[in-house]
């Protein structure tokens, strides 16, 4: 059982929470963080949630938007004729670029750095040559915390929890707007997993349902360039305090649908809109605790299957892109009940 919040160990020059060398074992650095947490009997329990036979994508088309925020480059996709090739054959192959951030994703730990120091989870520092592989080296720099070292463990297998907020708001008539700073607080949470009979258990994977991606998908391509360009969205209050609530719940990932899991603008404390790299709850969770964040997942059908189940936990798997070096990625997640 690791520290909790306020009794881990302090590091030099780190915010108190800071859990490096918590995941450390036998002199080895780790750099998997929280999805530690994921052991054999911790995966085997969640197993259990799988009675229904039923699976549910939670995977956004990867084009769903035309102009990412952050000045993110979009899908772009090109099929190949075979009949134009060398071989003169009916069939295709294609061919697809993206900014790995630009739909549904996973935040690597080297994704967001404790600011403005520029380390990253467990002290690492890495810089764009460490990152970018190159062609016949597997993986340059193999202690950096990156996407692909999932696969070394089999990829993410847990028990995802639904904390289906969209739904709750709509019941209770809360009115708010995913394209304004409506910031989603640890009591809320805490109120929609009392009202939907949740119980939260050690290794979970949280996910948080506020409707983002469904409203930005209803929209033009010239209003979602509106919308994103404003950097305001919905999403979970950004501060000390939620981030200890999620450290003290051993959570080994989070996710949601909305466009940065925690609320924009970062708030600072006197209450005063922050700017990007004030983000609260990314450096805590990327930086300091270990913890994964996934962004822009497609959660309506999630929402609905598990209302028409009523339950709202799942076997939730997850394997992103085996790129050496990958910052982020895809998620290619599926719920399974
Ligand atoms: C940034 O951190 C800038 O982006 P994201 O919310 O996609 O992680």
Redesign the pocket.
């Known amino acids: 059982k690791l520290p909790d919040f306020d009794s881990l160990p302090s590091v030099k020059d780190m915010p108190q929470g800071c859990a490096w060398g918590q995941f450390d074992r036998d002199g080895k650095k780790d750099h998997l963080g929280c999805l530690n947490y994921l052991t054999p009997a911790v995966v085997k329990e969640a197993y259990k949630e799988c009675r229904d036979g039923v699976s549910v994508s939670l995977n956004w088309p990867i084009g769903a938007i035309n102009t990412p925020?952050?000045a993110?480059k979009g899908l772009v996709h090109k099929v190949l004729s075979f009949k134009e090739g060398p071989f003169s054959l009916h069939g295709f192959d294609d061919e697809v670029e993206f900014n790995t951030?630009c739909s549904s994703?996973w935040?690597s730990l080297v994704?967001?750095h404790h600011q403005p120091s520029g380390t990253g989870y467990n002290g690492c520092r890495p810089s764009v040559e460490t990152l970018t592989q190159e062609f016949g080296k597997e993986d340059k720099d193999q202690s950096l915390p990156t996407l692909n070292h999932w696969h070394s463990r089999g990829g993410l297998v847990g028990r995802g929890v639904l904390l289906d907020y969209r739904a709750y708001a709509q019941e209770k008539g809360i009115k708010y707007n995913c394209f304004e700073d409506h910031r989603i607080t640890i009591k809320e949470l805490e109120d929609v997993a009392k009202h939907q009979g949740v119980e939260f258990k050690h290794g979970d994977i949280l996910i948080v349902r506020s409707g983002f991606t469904e409203d930005l998908g209803g929209i033009s391509a010239k209003e979602q360039e509106e919308k994103l360009g404003t950097h305001k969205a919905v999403g979970v209050e950004g501060t000390e305090q939620s981030a200890k609530w999620f450290w003290n719940h051993h959570f080994s990932a989070v996710a949601g649908d909305a466009?940065?899991?925690?609320a924009?603008p970062p708030k600072r404390p006197d209450g005063s809109d922050g700017t990007?790299d004030e983000?609260v709850l990314?450096q805590y969770f990327l930086s300091l605790f270990g913890l994964n964040?996934g962004?822009?997942w497609d959660l309506k059908a999630l929402g609905a299957k598990c209302k028409e189940l009523g339950r709202y936990s799942f076997l939730l798997t997850s394997v992103p892109l085996n790129v050496p070096g990958g910052v982020?990625s895809p998620p290619n997640a599926l719920a399974v009940f």
């Open positions: 925020g952050f993110r951030q994703q935040d994704h967001f466009i940065a899991f925690e924009l990007i983000l990314h964040i962004e822009l982020g």
